[in-house]
């Protein structure tokens, strides 16, 4: 079986798009909610048959683990609240396993293109580079791989995607689907395509230089962007 993992943070009102893209595949779908959400997500997630689960602590990488704890699946999909997945993801993943990958991710493309830059973010995402990757582009892995990594790193409030991802390099094979998954351009409402890059430039090169503690990591990314939804 596969199981999804959403984590989520008040997002009852932008949400309905992913969880319909996931109906009618006879998956399991975990909905891995913050403590801090006050919204009426609970509602919905069970008007669509999903598992909804409220967690005990806040933070992508607490509830994705909190949701893999309860997952049944042999693999893990763990996908963004405002991500919609490949209409062929199920069958991708399911070949992606057989052909021998342990864990891995698809390309993403944006829901739209306020800058026209932002088709060299997406194009890049083909390639295997680590800083190619992000949990835009959804990743899956057999959990007992993820259980061998002792899953997302408690302290990593950011970076958790690519931390996983360098733990794993070279012990598990890993698989670029080279197909879309549709990322939210949101982020992009409230800061420029520049503003964002530095950012992002900024906190990789500090994570893989080890020059700040994840801690750090996440106050400088909080205060160089307007970041919607922690």
């Known amino acids: 079986m596969l ?10 009102t932008t949400i309905r798009p992913c969880l319909e893209r996931l109906c009618g595949n006879n998956i399991e779908v975990i909905l891995a909610d913050s403590p801090g959400s006050n919204d009426s997500l609970e509602v919905l997630v069970k008007d669509f048959g999903f598992t909804f689960l409220k967690c005990q602590n806040a ?11 309860i997952a049944r ?26 052909e021998g990958a342990e864990m891995g991710c698809y390309r993403y ?20 580079m680590i800083w190619c990757r992000g949990g835009d582009q959804t990743l899956f892995i ?33 698989k ?19 503003r964002i890059l530095k950012a992002n430039y900024t906190v990789m090169r500090k ?4 020059e700040a503690s994840p801690v750090e990591l996440y106050q400088l990314y909080k205060n160089l962007l307007n970041y919607r939804n922690g």
């Not at 409030?157 to 094979?173: G, T």
Request: aromatic share 16%; net charge neutral.
């Open 109 to 128: 493309k944006f829901d739209r293109y306020p800058n026209p830059l932002m088709y060299i973010n997406s194009y890049f995402t083909r390639f295997p």
């Open 207 to 210: 994570w893989l230089k080890k």
């Open 3 to 12: 199981s999804i993992i959403i984590p989520t943070y008040n997002e009852a």
């Open 142 to 174: 057999k959990k007992e791989v993820f259980e061998e990594l002792n899953g997302f790193c408690p302290q990593h409030l950011i970076m958790e995607d690519y931390d996983i991802l360098l733990r794993s390099k070279d012990r598990y094979r890993f």
């Open 73 to 98: 699946g042999e693999v893990l999909y763990f996908v963004h609240a405002d991500t919609l997945v490949h209409s062929d993801f199920k069958s991708d993943i399911i070949t992606a396993i057989e």
């Open 176 to 194: 670029i689907i080279q197909k879309d998954v549709t990322v939210s351009a949101r982020k992009y409402e409230t800061n420029s395509y520049w």
């Open 59 to 69: 933070g992508r990488n607490h509830q994705m683990n909190e949701g893999a704890a």
